[in-house]
């Protein structure tokens, strides 16, 4: 009996609003196909995460317990998995394209001897055949690509806000113990520490104020952070945020970079500076409510995509922006 | 330690910092038309960059390994330029369009035609199909240790110990040699080269061996290519931008201010 399954992820502790979207998407496949869908915990102590869990309409929630899977090493993880998959041999097993998804799914399907997709905005089933139709963006976000892969289980990596979250349901789904088999020897990559950092959050700011290739000196960070405590007196919470390059120069960490492989945001407003408006960048925040353009290049991406748009040196209008905001305030 | 030898993989890619008026989507054909000069995908140079730091501070070897279609060795000798030792092109219709797992497996046996190597760079994914997973399936190939999203890399002994980006913040994790590492952006910028050392680097005659098929493959059967059901553009992404004019720098900034007070 071949099941759909997906893979439960929690933050800070509680069930992560994406495993919702993963149910979403699951729920609809393993319907179509006339299927049950499952989820599976994995952990050290997995019941607070599994109960959390079974009010979402799923068939059966599997409790991968193990002392070695506690915290996240992605070997232990891979390897419970793999036996697990073995256990139930599954036809489609769907995980967020998460940190955890995007180190867990590649080394797993490799072991399960399949292909898979990864970020995955859409999924359907062939009619023909009965495999999943795949839709991802290539190059960038510049062409979206549907695609199909043979091998079982059916296996990719679904975008963040791809699927609107799953509700609760009034019934409750079955736990299943299950204990992989699992040795220390297959962890070849050990952990010395985690060092936690101030990481900011730019999907929780309405405003956003993104500094790109154009800003010429780091001492001009100061300019912006100046603008966004002008603008916060009357725009709610504004953070400053950034394009890759600006992150390849050591300027700014790595939690502020916003696009492809960095946040994927929508404030009510997007302000802009000195950002030409590569595809990777304009994917984390074209569904922006507002999006404002400062550019020295009237002929740039960013202002094809904004609403408001002037073209001049952020270095002379800032300033004057700052003191007139603050002299009206 | 003894000095060290390692691999970096380069992918060669249309330049995905083009703007994207240049890049259409033929439906008909399937394929994606970039009108964009080539360049070493992103990540695969903070990948270079890494290993030449690694190099300066213990000596060793470059070598880097770049499979695609009509890879040129004028794109990817700027690699050579930046500091690597050297450039082996992997190149064959037979690899055109092939699947995660089918360039994995591409690039393990041309990993083992090399031989001794003590660590594996990759970017941690491909600037195109952004797959992230060539890495990762390459050192399950090669039965050796990965670890992903590198911010910065170092040997220590026999033992690679690596700062991975983590949501909470980074983590420090080691493992021994030989090992695959994905790097990311953290690490920082390839090395900026000169045009005369570049234009310099291509006049001089340099042996770049170029494999295919029959150097490398015994399975063709092995190699599986994507199978496209569709493609097509994405959404427009057009909005009406209003401009705002002005005489002065301060004219605008003034007309800027007012439309924050009406959003405020």
Known sequence: ?329 | MKEINIIVCAKQIPDPEVPFSNVSVDVEKKEVIVDAPNVISPYDENALEAAIRIKEEMGGKITVLSLGRKVSDTVLRKTIAAGADALILIEDPAFERLDSNSVAYVLSCAIRKIGAYDLILTGRQAGDWDSGQVGLLLAELLEIPSISLARSIKIKEDRVLVEKTVPVGYEVVESGLPALVTVSNEVGELRYVSRSKMMGLLKRPMTIPKWGTKDLVDNVERLKKIQLVELSPPPDMRRACLFIEGSTPQEKADKLASFFKELG
């Not at chain 1, 699992?182 to 962890?187: A, K, N, P």
């Not at chain 1, 985690?194 to 309405?206: F, Q």
């Not at chain 1, 010429?216 to 912006?224: N, P, S, Y």
Request: aromatic share 4%.
């Open chain 1, 1 to 329: 009996m071949s099941e759909l399954l997906l893979l439960v992820e929690a933050k800070e502790g509680l069930l992560d609003k994406t495993t919702l979207e993963l149910i979403r998407a699951g729920s609809e496949l393993a319907k179509e196909l006339g299927i049950d869908a499952a989820a599976v915990v994995v952990g050290n102590e997995t019941s607070p995460l599994a109960e959390s869990v079974a009010s979402y309409g799923l068939k059966k929630i599997y409790k991968l317990e193990h002392p070695l899977l506690k915290g996240f090493q992605p070997e232990a993880w891979a390897g419970a998995l793999e036996w697990l998959a073995r256990q139930i041999t599954p036809r489609i097993f769907l995980i967020s394209h998460s940190f955890v998804g995007k180190e867990v799914a590649p080394r797993l399907a490799y072991r399960l001897n399949t292909e898979l997709t990864t970020d995955c905005l859409n999924l359907r089933i062939d009619p023909q055949d009965g495999l999943l139709i795949r839709t991802k963006p290539i190059y960038g976000g510049n062409a979206i690509a549907a695609l199909k892969c043979a091998g079982l289980p059916q296996m990719v990596t679904v975008r963040k806000n791809a699927f609107e979250p799953m509700e609760k349901v009034a019934t409750q789904s079955d736990l299943v113990d299950m204990v992989p088999a699992l040795d220390e020897s297959i962890i070849k990559v050990k952990s010395l520490k985690t060092v936690k950092e101030e990481v900011v959050e730019l999907d929780k700011a309405n405003m956003v104020i993104a500094a790109g290739r154009g800003i010429v000196a780091k001492e001009d960070f100061e300019m912006l952070a100046a603008l966004a405590r002008a603008l916060s007196k009357s725009q709610g919470n504004v953070m400053i945020g950034c394009s890759r390059p600006v992150v390849d120069k050591g300027w700014m960490s790595s939690d502020r970079q916003v696009g492809l492989t960095g946040s994927i945001i929508a404030p009510d407003v997007y302000i802009a500076v000195g950002i030409s408006g590569a595809i990777q960048h304009l994917v984390g925040m074209i569904r922006s409510k507002k999006i404002i353009a400062i550019n020295t290049d009237p002929g740039c991406n960013m202002f094809k995509v904004a609403d408001v748009g002037v073209v001049e040196d952020y270095k002379t209008l800032i300033p004057a922006l700052v003191k007139k905001l603050e002299e009206s305030a």
